[in-house]
């Protein structure tokens, strides 16, 4: 009995939290701010939402045309929550604070497994990644959007594996979490191959052309690192 007491308070917690994973998108408007958007689809994360979750329902939203143009607002969204306090960081999910105390208790009372994300467990391969991976070696300092841009222009099956825009967003997202790129810069939106990166793409960033993001113009040919953005990637390269 003292179970199952314990099972409907936790239950009229969480409905006083509102909503499913199913339920995110509900309420979003195109006028939206991103920290509303952004504040309201975590909340509804019962579990924690990862940013690929909150990236992918803001990219399915109304607001997702404004962040397909710019991703500078969601970025600088997730900082500020986080700043204020309104969302919390745990293993690698994010919760309002609200949501993470009945998360933590339904944990600790043995209702919910503890939830971990370990990059190193995320490892998939794919065409796409190759492709990413080659694009930030040639060009680093770009910024997710112009990758994605750069790999559907140069071939058509850059076209295809692009073609679903939250898939080709979410691998990026998974190489910088991994290491295999990392991000610079302003709100560190450039983008550059990272120190878990294999050893073929540091040899051609080594070579590659930096992109300045004010100007967004390729410095000359063969002046590889003459930004002031920063360096190619992020461990010196082995001569």
């Given at each position: 009995m003292q179970m199952a007491e314990m099972l409907e308070s936790e239950a009229a917690l969480l409905a006083g939290v509102g909503g499913s994973q199913r339920d995110a998108l509900d309420g979003i408007e195109r006028t939206d701010t991103f920290i509303k958007a952004v504040l309201g689809i975590a909340g509804r994360f019962e579990d924690g939402a990862t940013y690929d979750d909150i990236r992918e329902a803001i990219l399915k939203s109304p607001l997702g045309d404004?962040?397909?143009?710019?991703?500078?607002?969601?970025?600088?969204?997730?900082?500020?929550?986080?700043?204020?306090?309104?969302?919390?960081?745990?293993?690698?999910?994010?919760?309002?604070?609200?949501?993470?105390?009945?998360?933590?208790?339904?944990?600790?009372?043995?209702?919910?497994?503890?939830?971990?994300?370990?990059?190193?467990?995320?490892?998939?391969?794919?065409?796409?990644?190759?492709?990413?991976?080659?694009?930030?070696?040639?060009?680093?300092g770009l910024i997710a959007k112009d990758v994605i841009g750069q790999i559907r222009a140069e071939s058509d099956l850059g076209r295809t594996l692009t073609d679903n825009?939250?898939?080709?967003?979410?691998?990026?997202?998974?190489?910088?979490?991994?290491?295999?790129?990392?991000?610079?810069?302003?709100?560190?939106?450039?983008?550059?191959?990272?120190?878990?990166?294999?050893?073929?793409?540091?040899?051609?960033?080594?070579?590659?052309?930096v992109v300045h993001l004010a100007k967004r113009t390729e410095a000359p040919s063969g002046t590889a690192g003459a930004s002031g953005a920063g360096p190619l990637f992020g461990i010196a390269p082995r001569r």
């Open positions: 404004k962040y397909k143009k710019s991703d500078k607002g969601f970025y600088t969204a997730l900082a500020k929550l986080k700043h204020r306090g309104e969302l919390v960081d745990r293993n690698g999910y994010v919760f309002t604070p609200a949501n993470l105390a009945i998360y933590q208790r339904k944990v600790a009372a043995g209702l919910k497994p503890e939830k971990s994300r370990v990059p190193a467990s995320e490892k998939r391969e794919s065409p796409l990644y190759d492709l990413a991976l080659n694009t930030i070696a040639r060009t680093p825009e939250n898939s080709a967003y979410n691998a990026i997202a998974r190489l910088k979490k991994r290491g295999v790129i990392e991000g610079y810069g302003r709100l560190e939106r450039q983008l550059r191959i990272g120190a878990n990166a294999p050893e073929e793409y540091k040899r051609i960033a080594s070579a590659g052309v």
